[in-house]
């Protein structure tokens, strides 16, 4: 059971900037056992990179990062090996893509009465498809010439704090992981060191979280070690990924160096499977 596995990757289905084959490819070059793409709100990566991963022989697990509402403030719960095919992840991917669109056309709005002179079909034609976010606003901020780089567009216009808070209707973090673990996955806590307090924690253990993302570039060696002490002793998994974006949205961690072991890989898989045995039992 030796090996390592990056289980947070963007693509260009969401604000990455490879192609999921390409990120796959990329994963597989750098000697990963076990990788997954975990676009916002979308598991289209999943699909798309299925047969390059079998061919490079790297494991690819199915994943998503959700966009959800903890304690009113949006926050992020991962999802890995939940069943793609159900019509109700389906319907639930549509619905979080039609919210961020409509997220980002009020985010416009906003900027639009503070003089910045944009469109929503200038975001649209930059996003190319994929699933609409700020980072797609920062790059036409950047273009226009009101921005020198993402991270510049955030801190002058789209940060929570420049915005405000912007009410779309993501679901409550509860019912996220709700919804993740009757598709049969396993419902992660996104690089919680960045956000939340232990006790905040504790409430989305409550809600019945299975695992926690203790490995992530924004996490101080004490983070990780605090999470992964906690996961150890509340019996839950422990992930941990690059969360790249490939340089699109400033400097993260390349593929293959944040990692966690496949071990935790295998421990979710075991979990998953008997999770989804369960269910049809019923
Ligand atoms: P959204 O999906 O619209 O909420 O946009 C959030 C995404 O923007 C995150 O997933 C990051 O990829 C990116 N992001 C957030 N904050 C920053 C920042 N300060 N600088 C650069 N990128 C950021
Ligand atoms: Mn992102
Ligand atoms: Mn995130
Ligand atoms: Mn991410």
Excluded at 19 to 45: F, M, N, R
Excluded at 135 to 163: C, N, Q, W
């Amino acid at each position: 059971m030796t090996g390592k596995a990056d289980l947070h990757i963007h693509t260009t289905c969401s604000d990455g900037r490879l192609t999921p084959v390409e990120a796959v490819s990329l994963a597989a070059g750098t000697g990963l056992k076990a990788v997954s793409i975990t676009d916002h709100d979308t598991y289209e990566g999943f699909r798309l990179a299925e047969s390059t991963a079998k061919e490079l022989g790297i494991e690819l697990i199915p994943g998503m990062e959700i966009t959800a509402v903890f304690e009113q403030k949006e926050c992020h719960i991962l999802a890995y090996y939940f069943d793609p095919e159900l019509d109700f992840m389906q319907y639930f991917v549509l619905k979080q893509r039609n919210e961020r669109r409509k997220r980002i056309k009020i985010i416009i709005g906003i900027l639009k009465e503070n003089g910045i002179d944009l469109t929503y079909e200038e975001v649209r034609a930059v996003s190319n498809g994929a699933n609409i976010g700020r980072p797609h606003v920062a790059k036409v901020l950047i273009e226009k010439g009101y921005a020198a780089s993402i991270r510049d567009a955030f801190m002058r216009y789209l940060s929570t704090e420049k915005l405000g808070q912007v009410d779309a209707a993501y679901p409550e973090a509860e019912e996220a992981i709700r919804l993740i673990k009757k598709a049969g996955g396993a419902a992660v806590i996104a690089h919680p060191g960045r956000f939340y307090t232990l006790s905040q924690v504790d409430k989305l253990v409550a809600y019945g979280a299975d695992g926690i993302e203790c490995v992530h570039p924004s996490h101080k060696w004490e983070y990780q070690l605090k999470y992964t002490e906690y996961c150890d002793s509340n019996a839950l998994l422990k992930t941990g990924g690059s969360d790249y974006h490939g340089g699109l949205t400033g400097a993260r961690s390349q593929v293959g160096v944040v990692t966690t072991a496949y071990k935790n890989v295998v421990k979710m898989k075991r979990m998953t499977d008997q999770r989804k045995k369960l269910s049809t039992l019923k």
